[in-house]
């Protein structure tokens, strides 16, 4: 079993910043693939990016290639999403996952989401 709980998520404007965070327990950490996912209103939850669990590769859907960065650091069994240059369209519900499905809305574990709000 993994535990994940997120934290970061708020409203924000167009253009601005930020950044999520997932606290991981329950498995040693660094031997867990993690992933970001999310669901907009009235759709299903969609992939966002992963990471190794070295964190030497990295994985992201092509809407926000360029713009967000996904990081982790295995000493404090944390990873992040640095969202930049956010827009009115990546609102929707942030989950973390661990062992995700690249390129698919599946996981084998996730957080209780986090919601990101971006007006215009």
């Known amino acids: 079993q993994v535990q994940l709980v997120e934290s970061g998520g708020g409203l924000v404007q167009a253009g601005d910043s930020l950044r999520l965070s997932c606290a991981a327990s329950g498995r040693t950490f660094r031997t867990i693939a993690m992933g970001w996912f999310r669901r907009k209103p009235g759709k299903g939850r969609d992939f966002v990016a992963s990471i190794s669990r070295s964190g030497g590769s990295t994985s992201y859907a092509d809407s926000v290639k360029g713009r967000f960065t996904v990081s982790r650091d295995n000493a404090r069994s944390t990873v992040y999403l640095q969202m930049n240059n956010l827009k009115p369209e990546d609102t929707a519900v942030y989950y973390c996952?661990?062992?995700?499905?690249?390129?698919?809305?599946?996981?084998?574990?996730w957080g209780q989401g986090t919601q990101v709000t971006v007006s215009s």
């Open positions: 996952a661990a062992e995700p499905v690249v390129g698919t809305g599946q996981a084998a574990y």
